[in-house]
């Protein structure tokens, strides 16, 4: 156990380090006693992998490399889901840097029983229990230890196990599990160093303003990164820049904590597997209702348009109605439908946000701008594209069941909720 925590400690070194991925994924069959057991990725270093393949000893195990057979030595954690295995020998290819998972997109890479390697798209993605264990489809019979890599070729995931409520059926670790199990406090392990600049935060209508150029690492040709993390959600949203303040868009009646670093570059990985649990949270007020200029909706419904076709903004859109299959929506684009009244005699803007707030109490937001002008009178009618907050909504938690709030605000002031449920 001893060796195991050192070996540990030498790996989270590294993860700050890492260098990028190439074009081939390092992953590489695991041999006992000359039978496949297993895939194994290549992170933190060029004889460092990970695995979770249940082998409790040693004796007998390789990796293969090309032709080339490796003996290795194998550390499992204590339930012996997650493993290191190290070679004397360097292997080749570049070690893997853990990303964020995407519930969409993701693919599967590693071996099958006979030892052919395979690549699968992964199907069916959900959360078994967020953010540590994913369920998914893939090819049959893939050994454990399988990659789950994202679009930018990032380590997602490891296949640890097949279920048995169907062929190709798997649980796997997610990149944030772990990251957990390499730093869990048993180990006396502390996650690697991240250092963060304090600012001052004030609450701006429909965004909170940041500013940094204060602190004592504030510098003129600094890149900085400012992060998001809206506390009733599982992910974080980020903005790099080179100024010593930002303007970061929020939801009103949400609580968020704010996080800001500098980096090395604007190329540098913005990555980050999670915050410190300090700072006050900064809630947002709720605001109220927006009625100026005699404002009010007339109508709001959820509308869907066939995702090849384009309308004025101002084309009344057919309503959607297919709640079973909302965040598929085959062939479709989603939309919120509006027609307003008000009164004005000349042209003047609003922020304007819009949520979608899911049962368990994710909430995913996108802002744009609310322009009122005499022309638009007596009738305002236009529709906002918003397929990116279910499809954000179905990667982050997999679009649950049950009652779904519809928002959009003016200024932060409330405009209009709509409700519908998922079956």
């Known amino acids: 156990m001893k060796r195991s925590v050192i070996l540990l400690a030498m790996l989270l070194v590294l993860l700050a380090c890492l260098p990028a991925l190439s074009e081939d994924l390092p992953v590489f069959l695991l041999e006992q006693d ?70 969409t997109g993701l693919e599967a890479s590693g071996f099958l029983p006979d030892g052919a390697i395979t690549q699968s798209e992964c199907l069916h993605v959900a959360y078994l229990t967020q953010p540590a264990g994913l369920t998914l489809s893939a090819d049959a019979l893939l050994l454990p230890g399988a990659v789950l890599t994202n679009g930018d070729g990032e380590l997602c995931g490891l296949i640890a196990a097949s279920l048995g409520e169907g062929v190709g059926r798997y649980f796997a670790l997610s990149s944030a599990e772990i990251y957990a199990r390499l730093t869990e406090e048993d180990t006396g392990i502390s996650s690697p160093e991240v250092s963060y600049i304090q600012y001052t935060a004030t609450v701006e209508g429909s965004h909170v303003h940041l500013d940094w150029s204060e602190a004592p690492e504030a510098r003129e040709d600094g890149i900085y990164c400012v992060y998001c993390s809206d506390l009733g959600n599982t992910y974080y949203t980020y903005q790099i820049g080179t100024e010593c303040t930002d303007d970061f868009p929020v939801v009103p009646g949400r609580t968020y904590r704010f996080y800001v670093r500098e980096l090395a570059s604007e190329e540098d990985d913005a990555f980050v597997p999670g915050f410190p649990d300090e700072g006050e949270p900064i809630s947002i007020p709720s605001g109220g209702t927006f009625t100026r200029y005699g404002f009010r909706d007339l109508e ?54 819009c949520a ?5 109490g994710t909430c995913y937001s996108m802002q744009s701008g609310y322009i009122f002008a005499p022309e638009y009178m007596p009738k305002d009618s236009w529709h906002m594209e918003i397929t990116e907050l279910f499809d954000e909504c179905f990667q982050s938690v997999g679009g649950p069941s049950g009652t779904y709030r519809l928002q959009y605000f003016l200024d932060a002031e409330l405009a209009t909720e709509i409700t519908f449920e998922v079956p």
């Open 34 to 103: 000359g039978a496949p057991v297993g895939s194994a990725v290549l992170f933190g270093s060029e004889n460092t992998l990970l695995t979770t393949i249940p082998v409790p000893s040693t004796e007998g195990l390789y990796v293969l490399s090309g032709e080339e057979k490796v003996p290795a030595e194998i550390f499992p954690d204590q339930d012996q889901l997650l493993s290191l295995v190290l070679t004397e020998t360097a292997l080749p290819g570049t070690p893997m840097e853990l990303g964020q998972v995407s519930l």
């Open 300 to 353: 709001v419904f959820l509308a869907s348009l066939d995702e090849n076709e384009t309308v004025p903004e101002t084309t009344i859109l057919s309503p959607f109605t297919d709640y079973a299959n909302v965040f598929t929506h085959p062939g479709v684009s989603l939309y919120l439908q509006v027609s307003s009244t008000y009164e004005v005699t000349e042209e003047s803007y609003a922020d304007l946000t």
């Open 356 to 360: 979608l707030l899911a049962p368990d």
